[in-house]
């Protein structure tokens, strides 16, 4: 039964972005700067993509959050990112990460287990072969691509989100939201946006935006997620195939209001 409470949070949170368009601070990967950059748009944050040394500390102190992806990693940007995540951690700026592909290569998944170890980050989004490679060792990816269910990452997650004192997000069908005591899923979402790149690094995005306005990370992940899972169920009814999609769902981020995402969030727990 979804949670009206959520939903009405959800409602709040995308007024709130709206209102005081928070700037979300970006050290993304090359493969969806630009798409990242729109749906942060569409929602109504400012983003920036900054990830030169040089800069990122003071760019950081201007932010609302800093979402941290290492989709397209190299050694400087992992400094670049320590360097910002360091900083916002000093202003208490929260953190998300994306650990793209870890569990895929060496470099992907000590990268991501190293800025977990030296940062305090709010939220980790990844699927589940990615969240399952941080708890246990040996675990493998396909590439970037999950090749385990959600399901099947739950119990390590609940563990991993309790031990590191954090909130876990398993995108999949079904998503699932942890800090280790309460789980939330959100329903919302479709198919289609399994055929477009950089839709999980865009749903991580999303909930800086949220996490900027709404310090509760359970409550914020699982209240962007429903938004961005309810955009995309309305997208697929106007587009015929993955290339007419992703221009839907900027569209439908943009001309979601409040009351559509009260009304259709379907968020349990």
Known sequence: MPD?????????????????????????????MNYTANALLACGASPVMAHAAEEVEEMVSFAGALVLNIGTLSKPWVDAMLMAGKKANELKVPIILD??????TRLRTGSARRLIRELSISVIRGNASEVLSLAQEGSRTKGVD???????????????????NTTLAITGPVDLITDGRR?????????LM????????????????????????VSATATALAYFGLAGERAAAHSKGPGSFQIALLDALFSMDGDTLRNGARIEG
């Open 146 to 164: 999950a090749i385990h269910r959600v399901e099947e990452a739950e119990a390590a997650a609940i563990a991993l989100a309790g031990d590191l």
């Open 183 to 191: 789980v939330c899923r959100v329903l919302n979402g479709h198919e």
């Open 99 to 104: 650990p793209v592909g870890s569990g895929a």
């Open 4 to 32: 009206q409470t959520l939903g009405q949070q959800a409602a709040a949170n995308l007024e709130a972005v709206r209102t005081k368009r928070p700037l979300i601070h970006n050290i993304t990967n090359f493969v969806v």
């Open 194 to 217: 399994g055929f477009v790149t950089g839709t999980g690094c865009t749903a991580t995005a999303l909930i800086g935006a949220f996490l900027s306005v709404d310090r509760e990370p």
